[in-house]
């Protein structure tokens, strides 16, 4: 991402506190239009969508679009944009950083999804808050101040912090402030930006949904890793790698996003996003490797990976210029203790479930890596 250009920001209760003139009351001069809640079966709706040309949003527009819905998508000057091109979206150019470059940006719609984020390393705090905290901010009020019925925010489930330890089956009654490490700001700003969107209350119907680790067609991220990983002459795992890992396919999120936007028991809640199908590691890695199922997995014994993330920690802080270490105590459990997330309440209240198995969507995730990106391409850690 590029630097920021732009430092307006608001008050954090700036929109709880403006009068409560823009919500769904505000609305009904559009009867004539398409009721975003209702079916939706006509063709004729609009999707104001930030994040397009990410791994989440990517999914999100072809799933709309799919749909019938028309996709409006705020893509930055410098991004590649040819899959949304193809797909047949209107192209905003603009950035969250500036809350010019976004205005009247989500008139006549009748949905936005909020899919765009500062994924980490090697942007610092300030960069974070202006992109996850402010920029959320920025676009909620465009979607206030445009009379836009549904918001749909893409949050995540690092929002619990690591509760994990001593938890397991963790709803979204869970807390919000189990501590979160000072350095993991992608976490600390995704926590805050859900605060921003529920302090618009009910003058918005909105939804937030926390999904786990994504993966799929288009990732750059986690995909590359773990291809490297399985790229050496003896497959390993951390730990037994026979726990399930805490992964969904990019594609059933953006069916959870359409979800979100359309069904009439969504707003005002948040749902977990959580695949409970069968990925473990060592499925993982084999896949990665294009190797059999019977494949041998090397296990790599947990207290010397521990010793080496508490060395790396100590590193990292001692070294100038070190990044945050990739593999950390957190993800260490997460990797080995299976996912503690629970995803219950988005099957029970919307009807979702997994647009394909956990297992395919890592194989698609694979395919498409292997035939789009060069393995040694630079990626920022996750």
């Excluded at 705020?74 to 590649?80: D, I």
């Excluded at 979702?352 to 890596?369: F, H, I, L, M, N």
Aim: charged share 25%.
């Amino acid at each position: 991402m590029r630097d920021i250009e732009d430092s307006d920001s608001y008050s954090l209760f700036e929109l709880e506190d403006a009068p409560d003139d823009s919500g769904p009351e505000a609305s009904e001069d559009k009867s004539a239009e398409p009721d975003p809640v209702a079916g939706l079966e006509a063709l004729s709706a609009t999707v104001f969508l930030t994040g397009g040309t990410g791994l989440i949003g990517s999914h999100t527009a072809a799933l709309f679009r799919e749909m019938g819905w028309q996709v409006r998508a705020l893509v930055r000057p410098s991004s590649q944009a040819s899959f949304l091109e193809e797909l047949g979206c209107q192209l905003v150019l603009g950035d969250l950083t500036s809350s010019n470059s976004i205005s009247g940006a989500a008139e006549g719609c009748e949905a936005v999804v909020h899919s765009a984020a500062q994924l980490g390393t090697p942007a610092g705090l300030d960069r974070h808050v202006d992109v996850n905290v402010e920029g959320t901010r920025r676009v909620l009020k465009e979607a206030i101040d445009s009379g836009v019925p549904r918001f749909v925010h893409i949050s995540s489930v690092a929002v619990y912090g690591a509760p994990f330890a001593e938890e397991s089956g963790i709803d979204e009654e869970a807390s919000l402030e189990y501590p979160i490490p000072q350095d993991d700001f992608y976490s600390l700003t995704k926590r805050m930006a859900e605060e921003v969107v529920r302090k618009a209350g009910k003058r918005i119907e909105w939804c937030i949904l926390r999904p786990d680790m994504v993966m799929g067609e288009r990732d750059r991220l986690f995909t590359p890793r773990v291809i490297r990983w399985a790229s050496r002459p003896v497959l390993a795992s951390l730990g037994g790698g026979g726990s399930d890992l805490p992964l969904v396919y990019a594609g059933s999120v953006a069916l959870a996003a359409w979800l979100a936007a359309t069904h009439a028991s969504a707003p005002w809640k948040a749902y977990n996003v959580t695949d409970d199908g069968q990925l473990t590691q060592k499925t993982l890695v084999r896949v990665a490797a294009g190797r059999g199922s019977d494949a041998p997995v090397l296990p790599l014994p947990i207290p010397a990976m521990k010793l080496i993330t508490r060395v790396s920690k100590v590193l990292a802080g001692l070294l100038p210029g070190q990044r945050r270490p990739i593999l950390t105590e957190g993800r260490l459990r997460l990797f080995t203790e299976g996912d503690p997330y629970a995803g219950g309440r988005i099957f029970d209240e919307l009807g979702w479930k997994p647009a394909v198995s956990t297992e395919e969507g890592w194989q698609r995730a694979v395919d498409w890596y292997r035939k789009s990106v060069s393995t040694t391409e630079t990626t920022e850690p996750l």
